[in-house]
């Protein structure tokens, strides 16, 4: 004789509330897909600016599609409560954009701890599912991905911390303003106000240096930069801002070389490219 007691209601109970669970991620899921090749006309204009920054993100065209796609149905279901903090469509868009990366990077350090740390049983499961065939991409596509993560790079920010460039690609890429990115990065407009004033201080710098490796004139840059030409790296962008601030020629040339802005207050690089979306 069986019994139904307390533990076997908490199986039966798990068990369907797994199902059901399983059931509303794959509809939301499929509802994403669907959003994601049928946007709505209102998201249009954003489509482009938006799949450019989650790829910037996450640096991986599946991935940033992914997200977009998670960041468009969440915007679908929640349309009529855009926060009024936010300040704009536009705005808001971008906070679930970066929402969605943000989750999908943490899902990505999930994956790779429960990789290490798990035993024989998850490692067979985890095998299992990375054993599951990828779409397939033809090798013209996989360069016309490489070409596109290779044009959005942008060496002149190569002083800046992630937090300065992340706030720089949302203002100079994507064209909004300072309460825009406070609002998407979540922290008071002085705050990015000032944020932005000192990670473009440091982009200016860069330029300069640039600017002073350019003129090719001067013994000590050539030391600095060597015979193999310039590979702009974190140690030899600071080396070489140094060299342009203590040296009295090099920093005429820079001066010579950015006009009016020298050390810098302001970013006004050539328009940075905005990638189009997948179709």
Do not use: I, N
């Amino acid at each position: 004789m069986t019994s139904s007691g307390p533990e076997t209601s908490t199986r039966t109970s798990t068990r369907t509330t797994g199902t059901h669970r399983t059931h509303r991620e794959a509809r939301d899921h499929a509802a994403a897909r669907t959003l994601a090749q049928r946007p709505a006309a209102r998201y249009a204009p954003h489509l482009d600016g938006l799949f450019t920054y989650c790829l910037s993100v996450l640096c991986d065209h599946d991935a940033a599609t992914a997200a977009l796609a998670d960041a468009l149905h969440l915007a679908e279901r929640r349309d009529r409560h855009v926060p009024e903090e936010l300040g704009s469509r536009r705005a808001w868009l971008y906070a679930l954009a970066r929402w969605a990366c943000l989750r999908k990077l943490a899902e990505a350090r999930q994956k790779r701890r429960a990789s290490h740390a798990g035993g024989r049983r998850r490692r067979a499961a985890e095998g299992a599912a990375e054993s599951a065939p990828a779409p397939a991409v033809s090798a013209e596509v996989q360069e016309r991905r490489r070409r596109e993560l290779a044009a959005l790079a942008w060496p002149e920010a190569a002083g800046t911390t992630p937090e300065q460039r992340e706030a720089l690609e949302l203002a100079v890429r994507h064209h909004l303003a300072a309460h825009e990115v406070a609002a998407v990065l979540g922290m008071a407009p002085a705050a990015a106000r000032e944020l932005l004033a000192t990670a473009a201080c440091e982009v200016e710098r860069t330029r300069a240096a640039l600017a002073v490796v350019e003129t090719g004139t001067c013994p000590g840059v050539a030391h600095l930069t060597g015979e193999q030409g310039l590979v702009l790296g974190t140690t030899l962008r600071r080396e070489l801002v140094r060299h342009v601030d203590d040296c009295p020629r090099c920093r005429r040339t820079a001066e010579r070389a950015v006009p009016g802005r020298w050390p810098g207050t302001s970013v006004t690089p050539d328009a940075l490219p905005v990638l189009p979306v997948p179709d």
